[in-house]
């Protein structure tokens, strides 16, 4: 298998700009999450989907962010507009039922905003 | 609210030293505590501990956890340049919400 796929894995963008970050997780996985990881706040859970639907959002930070998954092999994240602020590394994970504990995380998404 | 703290935040030791790293928690749900170590990319999984007092090992690395204490400790004995990493902490809570402390930059030198 070849894991949790994220593309892109490095953006660079300028204030202002929407940015969308991309998410395959491993196939039968029923369990996808999203997470940021900064220096200030270590790594924090986003939203989590179980079979395409969102159970928990309670950690996006604000209305500029947005998730979807519209099939289980594919996610997105969202952010408009973007701020410098939100620069940081964002992981993908995946993870099936009958293994809930086991979360596998994708390479992560270097952002930067200008 | 929901806190998982990791100490000491960075640790510098040589070579062949043992080191200790510390995860104390505070969390609503509590269903087990999981151990990730990361290099500069993603987190991976080191142990999942979930009864206090079992002591769980994996080559030169063990880990415990303490419920009634709200604790656990990660241990490295004889520690190799390649042990260098940030070591993470987590607490899972209900199904599957993982709560993350800051973690351990350990740093092996030779």
């Known amino acids: 298998d070849a894991g949790v796929i994220q593309s892109p894995r490095h953006e660079v963008t300028e204030m202002g700009q929407e940015v969308t970050l991309r998410c395959k997780p491993i196939?039968?996985?029923?369990?996808l999450f999203w997470y940021r990881q900064t220096m200030m706040r270590g790594l924090e859970l986003l939203i989590y989907f179980n079979n395409n639907v969102p159970i928990d959002d309670s950690g996006m930070p604000e209305d500029r962010f947005s998730a979807k998954m519209p099939n289980a092999s594919f996610s997105t994240l969202k952010i408009q507009p973007s701020e410098p602020r939100d620069s940081a590394v964002y992981f993908c994970?995946?993870?099936?039922?009958?293994?809930?504990?086991?979360?596998?995380f994708g390479p992560g998404t270097r952002l930067l905003v200008l | 609210e929901d806190k998982v703290v990791q100490s000491p935040l960075s640790l510098v030791v040589h070579e062949g030293d043992t080191v200790t790293l510390n995860c104390s928690y505070e969390?609503?749900?509590?269903?087990?505590l999981l151990w990730y170590k990361q290099e500069k990319k993603a987190p991976t999984f080191l142990f999942m501990l979930t009864s206090s007092g079992i002591e769980k090992k994996s080559g030169r690395l063990s880990s415990i956890l303490d419920k009634k204490e709200l604790f656990s400790i990660l241990n490295i004995t004889a520690t190799q340049t390649g042990d260098s990493a940030i070591y993470l902490c987590a607490v899972l809570k209900g199904a599957q919400k993982l709560v993350f402390g800051q973690g351990t930059r350990l740093t092996i030198n030779p």
């Open positions: 969390v609503t749900n509590f269903r087990s």
């Open positions: 196939s039968g996985h029923d369990y």
């Open positions: 994970a995946s993870s099936s039922s009958g293994e809930a504990e086991t979360q596998y």
